[in-house]
């Protein structure tokens, strides 16, 4: 998506954000650009998933996960790197 980040100065909602709006303003004017910019909007919403599970909840004042929540966070952050492997 050609968007520079700069992960020692941004945050992760700052980062999720410029990714979100990459793919938004990606053009799509055929249907492989459109199939294109929907597995990029799926990897950036699993991202964000990651991101709120990781962040908000380990940083913050709760510091542990259930063994249930542990697996969600697992899930998420499994099907985020499989989309990016897709779109490799």
């Known amino acids: ?7 020692k100065r941004e945050t992760w909602f700052e980062i999720c954000n410029r990714a979100s709006t990459a793919v938004t303003n990606r053009p799509a ?8 910019n929907a ?8 991202l964000q ?3 709120l599970a990781w962040r908000n909840e380990v940083m913050h004042p709760k510091q542990s996960y ?9 899930n998420a952050t499994r099907l985020f790197l499989m989309d990016l492997a897709d779109l490799i």
Do not use: I
């Open 1 to 7: 998506m050609k968007v520079k980040l700069d992960p």
């Open 29 to 36: 004017k055929t249907k492989a650009k459109a199939a294109k």
């Open 66 to 74: 259930t063994r249930e929540e542990a697996h969600e966070v697992f």
């Open 39 to 46: 597995a990029l909007s799926a990897a950036v919403a699993h």
């Open 49 to 51: 998933t990651v991101r």
